[in-house]
């Protein structure tokens, strides 16, 4: 049987090449674990979605409807383009905001790149067409935006509770998906500290400490 001293340093020589076990360093063993670590998470999501009794009552006959309905024109189908549509909107406002928690793999934030000038892009619309009787939801998936000014009153009827008001959708979805994004990053750090896991840097920063008592009260606060 390991002495507990051999199995401590067995434990920090495998923390020791695991830090070497970087993408630039040796990418196939990198791609290699994350291959399988993948194809282990799609067999578990879906058994997972398999056995959900969510999709068998709800998502599957709601999937069947609507290839059904997308299958055949009728009076239906204004309908049903306004529902495409409005996923279409959602899953673009929400998959911006889990971009933006991840840093779109560079830092980048998608805010500025998306949400921000879509904004600046609806006030311009609203200068323009003296109100906001105009559809944004096409200003998604890397389509330009067009105010489509229907009708351009003498007098602007527009506030800034009404352009508020107007933006707050994809603002909120935006939101709601920084914060999903923030959940997975949650999760591994939960999971290494109930594996008892160090983590050296969180260390590192816990023990400097500032002359000034104040600002180690703010930092232990904040951490």
């Given at each position: 049987?390991?002495?507990?001293?051999?199995?401590?340093?067995?434990?920090?020589?495998?923390?020791?090449?695991?830090?070497?076990?970087?993408?630039?360093?040796?990418?196939?063993?990198?791609?290699?674990?994350?291959?399988?670590?993948?194809?282990?998470?799609?067999?578990w999501l879906a058994l997972r979605i398999q056995r959900s009794s969510a999709t068998?009552?709800?998502?599957?006959?709601?999937?069947?409807?609507?290839?059904?309905?997308?299958?055949?024109?009728?009076?239906?189908?204004?309908?049903?383009?306004?529902?495409?549509?409005?996923?279409?909107?959602?899953?673009?406002?929400?998959?911006?905001?889990?971009?933006?928690?991840?840093?779109?793999?560079?830092?980048?934030?998608?805010?500025?790149?998306?949400?921000?000038?879509?904004?600046?892009?609806?006030?311009?619309?609203?200068?323009?067409?003296?109100?906001?009787?105009?559809?944004?939801?096409?200003?998604?998936?890397?389509?330009?935006?067009?105010?489509?000014?229907?009708?351009?009153?003498?007098?602007?009827?527009?506030?800034?509770?009404?352009?508020?008001?107007?933006?707050?959708?994809?603002?909120?979805?935006?939101?709601?998906?920084?914060?999903?994004?923030?959940?997975?990053?949650?999760?591994?750090?939960r999971a290494a500290k109930l594996a008892g896991q160090r983590n050296e840097e969180?260390?590192?920063?816990?023990?400097?400490?500032?002359?000034?008592?104040?600002?180690?009260?703010?930092?232990?606060?904040?951490?």
């Amino acid at each position: 049987m390991a002495s507990p001293d051999a199995c401590k340093s067995l434990a920090e020589q495998l923390r020791q090449e695991r830090k070497k076990l970087t993408l630039f360093q040796r990418p196939l063993s990198v791609l290699y674990h994350f291959s399988i670590v993948f194809l282990r998470f799609v067999k578990w999501l879906a058994l997972r979605i398999q056995r959900s009794s969510a999709t068998r009552f709800v998502l599957l006959p709601l999937l069947l409807l609507w290839l059904v309905a997308s299958s055949r024109d009728g009076p239906h189908r204004p309908l049903l383009d306004e529902i495409n549509q409005s996923v279409k909107f959602v899953v673009w406002w929400v998959g911006l905001g889990v971009l933006s928690s991840v840093g779109l793999g560079t830092g980048m934030h998608s805010g500025v790149l998306f949400l921000f000038p879509h904004i600046f892009l609806v006030v311009q619309g609203a200068q323009e067409c003296q109100s906001l009787d105009f559809d944004t939801r096409h200003h998604m998936w890397f389509h330009p935006f067009e105010a489509n000014c229907t009708h351009v009153p003498q007098v602007s009827t527009v506030t800034f509770v009404a352009i508020f008001w107007k933006v707050f959708l994809p603002c909120m979805l935006w939101g709601a998906g920084t914060a999903a994004g923030e959940i997975p990053p949650y999760a591994l750090s939960r999971a290494a500290k109930l594996a008892g896991q160090r983590n050296e840097e969180f260390e590192e920063i816990a023990e400097s400490k500032s002359q000034y008592n104040l600002m180690n009260s703010m930092k232990d606060w904040m951490i």
